[in-house]
């Protein structure tokens, strides 16, 4: 019972070390400006990215229909599609294949990394991650 | 940064699960396994509405998901015990434990190390909230789907498996919705949105009720080393959420599910099956968290019937699992339920290798020598039923990554969590203390003393 209960508050306590010396090795603490602000492989970019989409579901009417895409990066459409369904929670996000001819094009678009080579949008706002279009009426 | 309705709405949960209280011995718990008890039973018991509701194509709110734990809550309130002589508010004075001899009321301290454990306990849990409020162990799966799909049942108030579905924004629509759904929980009456920072806060939230829940359970049933395990379990599972950024993600709840039955099922003082219901309540939930939840049940039911010959302890779990694979049938969201790839023998030495690298846990195999050296120090043949399940769940994962690109990297840390859990229930079950037939015990459901339930 003695040897247990030591060998049990020693490994705790040793663990507990360990994982204040990896949190502190992560920027230790400090209250975020957003849930991804330290995370990923590049939490400046995630962080910006999460602001842009912020910003973007503040400032957009409720139920305006949307597209996010990174025109440089399209292979990623569907990655960036499920974060936008989360992060524009009043918005209607729509598939990026709405901006094609003969479809209804979104109210807006949400550019990552690019910008938007489409006549019908007008910029509204920019960060360095990325910015926002608007469609012209 | 959180707020207000995900708390209270989360802090709603063991309120409506507080009818557990008329489950066996579930009143003469502490309050420290009283509180997680109340809670699992509350969740299980929302999301179980929710996946109902869903299944019938009725949209659910507040006014249908409410009133059924509300009165259950409202009634077992009312109702005297029946179970061992305890009282309404769980006291039974004068009542000595028949394992132990002690007044349980009175607790079991370590003659070692008292209360110690609550030091790297508490330690280890503020270090992993500081971590998830630095924003540093956010899962990606949280932002791309975990988080999303709770979004999104909240909004449409149901199980909206046509979005999950759309292959413009694939969901894995396959897995079991619990996660979800309890984020769906705390969006009622909201705005539509999402409480994103209380979605990575419930991952301390999870440990925190896990490790009371463990202490409270040990102290009940006489475990003296129950609070060093409690600290042991608490440290590494912080370490590991720490290092494998789980926040927001179905493991911690997962863990917390799984803890509770293994405490119900480990944690007895009069009869084995004495927190049999609770036990049914998390296994059930643990189906509907993550995939791989339904093998952790399928192993726990099956060395525990063949043990116990207790059969009806697996009919929830059973039929939970059953209707949301009846319900993925028919909806077609069993992806993940079918091997993608054929087994290949050629492939089974080099991933074993692998996966005994990844035991390891990147700390030198400690946490399975830290338990190894408190099962050994009890009786350690009490351990065995839980060291067979911990293997079997290996086993199974070894199944899984035997692939040409297994790619234990990405998943081992986060899997192997699973068995880990079961050998520490190995340690915290050789230190329970002799079941004794005891003629002042005044539970008429006592069964006879055997001596392959001392042993």
Same mark, same amino acid.
């Given at each position: 019972m003695r040897i247990a209960s030591i060998a049990g508050w020693i490994f705790a306590a040793a663990f507990t070390v360990?994982?204040?010396?990896?949190?502190?090795?992560?920027?230790?603490?400090?209250?975020?400006?957003?849930?991804?602000?330290?995370?990923?492989?590049?939490?400046?970019?995630?962080?910006?990215?999460?602001?842009?989409?912020?910003?973007?579901? #503040?400032?957009?009417?409720?139920?305006?229909?949307?597209?996010?895409?990174?025109?440089?990066?399209?292979?990623?459409?569907?990655?960036?599609?499920?974060?936008?369904?989360?992060?524009?929670?009043?918005? #209607?996000?729509?598939?990026?294949?709405?901006?094609?001819?003969?479809?209804?094009?979104?109210?807006?678009?949400?550019?990552?990394?690019?910008?938007?080579?489409?006549?019908?949008?007008?910029?509204?706002?920019?960060?360095?991650?990325?910015?926002?279009?608007?469609?012209?009426? | 940064v959180i707020g207000a309705r995900f708390v209270l709405l989360t802090l709603a949960l063991p309120l409506l699960g507080s009818y557990a209280r008329r489950f066996g011995n579930v009143r003469a718990l502490p309050l420290a396994a009283r509180i997680p008890v109340y809670f699992a039973t509350g969740l299980f018991t929302i999301v179980a509405e929710m996946?109902?509701? $869903?299944?019938?194509?009725?949209?659910? $709110?507040?006014?249908?998901?409410?009133?059924?734990?509300?009165?259950?809550?409202?009634?077992?309130?009312?109702?005297? =015990?029946?179970?061992?002589?305890?009282?309404?508010?769980?006291?039974?004075?004068?009542?000595?434990? =028949? !394992?132990?001899?002690?007044?349980?009321?009175?607790?079991?301290?370590?003659?070692?190390?008292?209360?110690?454990?609550?030091?790297p306990t508490a330690a280890a849990l503020l270090i992993l909230l500081s971590a998830v409020l630095a924003g540093a162990l956010t899962s990606g799966d949280y932002v791309i789907f975990w988080g999303t799909k709770g979004q999104r049942f909240g909004q449409t108030h149901m199980l909206d498996y046509a979005f999950t579905l759309d292959p413009n924004h694939y969901m894995h629509p396959d897995y079991p919705p619990l996660v979800p759904f309890f984020y769906a929980w705390t969006m009622l009456g909201g705005d539509g949105a999402f409480d994103w920072w209380g979605g990575i806060l419930s991952a301390p939230m999870f440990l925190g009720l896990g490790a009371a829940a463990m202490w409270g359970f040990g102290r009940y049933a006489g475990i003296r080393v129950a609070g060093p395990m409690?600290?042991?379990?608490?440290?590494?599972?912080?370490?590991?959420?720490?290092?494998?950024? !789980?926040?927001?993600?179905?493991?911690?709840?997962?863990?917390?599910?799984?803890?509770?039955?293994?405490?119900?099922?480990?944690?007895?003082?009069?009869?084995?099956?004495?927190?049999?219901?609770?036990?049914?309540?998390?296994?059930?939930?643990? +189906?509907? +968290?993550? !995939?791989?939840?339904?093998?952790?049940v399928a192993i726990v039911l099956t060395l525990t019937c063949l043990s116990r010959a207790r059969w009806k302890l697996g009919f929830l779990p059973v039929i939970t699992l059953s209707s949301w694979l009846l319900f993925g049938y028919v909806h077609g969201l069993t992806d993940t339920y079918v091997p993608r790839d054929d087994l290949s023998i050629k492939y089974l030495? =080099?991933?074993? /290798?692998?996966?005994?690298?990844?035991?390891?846990?990147?700390?030198?195999?400690?946490?399975?020598?830290?338990?190894?050296?408190?099962?050994? +120090?009890?009786?350690?043949?009490?351990g065995i039923p839980y060291i067979l399940a911990s293997l079997g769940f290996t086993a199974f994962l070894l199944s899984v990554y035997t692939r040409a690109e297994?790619?234990?990297?990405?998943?081992?840390? /986060?899997?192997?969590?699973?068995?880990?859990?079961?050998?520490?229930?190995?340690?915290?079950?050789?230190?329970?203390?002799?079941?004794?037939?005891? !003629?002042?015990?005044? $539970?008429?459901?006592?069964?006879?003393?055997?001596?392959? $339930?001392?042993?």
């Open positions: 360990i994982a204040a010396r990896e949190h502190l090795a992560r920027g230790g603490p400090m209250l975020a400006r957003t849930i991804a602000s330290n995370s990923s492989n590049n939490p400046r970019d995630a962080e910006a990215t999460l602001q842009l989409y912020a910003y973007a579901s #503040r400032t957009m009417p409720k139920g305006a229909t949307v597209t996010a895409f990174k025109p440089r990066s399209r292979g990623e459409d569907m990655m960036t599609a499920r974060i936008a369904h989360g992060q524009l929670p009043y918005q #209607r996000v729509v598939p990026q294949r709405d901006l094609e001819p003969g479809r209804t094009p979104p109210d807006y678009v949400l550019t990552f990394g690019g910008p938007l080579d489409d006549p019908r949008y007008a910029h509204a706002y920019e960060t360095r991650i990325g910015a926002l279009w608007k469609r012209m009426q | 996946f109902v509701l $869903s299944a019938f194509g009725v949209r659910w $709110s507040a006014a249908l998901l409410v009133p059924l734990p509300l009165v259950l809550a409202i009634a077992a309130g009312y109702r005297l =015990p029946v179970a061992s002589g305890v009282s309404p508010e769980g006291k039974a004075p004068g009542h000595r434990s =028949p !394992v132990t001899g002690n007044a349980f009321l009175t607790g079991h301290r370590s003659p070692v190390t008292g209360n110690a454990f609550l030091i409690a600290a042991l379990f608490a440290s590494s599972y912080a370490l590991f959420y720490i290092r494998n950024a !789980v926040a927001g993600n179905a493991e911690p709840a997962l863990h917390f599910f799984e803890l509770i039955a293994l405490c119900a099922l480990t944690c007895w003082r009069d009869r084995p099956n004495e927190h049999n219901a609770i036990a049914a309540i998390a296994l059930a939930a643990v +189906t509907l +968290t993550k !995939v791989e939840g339904g093998v952790f030495v =080099p991933t074993a /290798r692998e996966l005994v690298k990844e035991l390891a846990l990147r700390l030198h195999y400690t946490p399975w020598i830290a338990a190894a050296i408190v099962l050994l +120090t009890g009786r350690a043949r009490r297994p790619h234990l990297d990405w998943s081992a840390g /986060r899997t192997l969590m699973t068995p880990l859990l079961l050998f520490y229930f190995a340690a915290v079950n050789a230190h329970r203390a002799a079941h004794r037939p005891d !003629v002042t015990s005044s $539970s008429p459901a006592a069964g006879p003393y055997t001596p392959a $339930s001392a042993r």
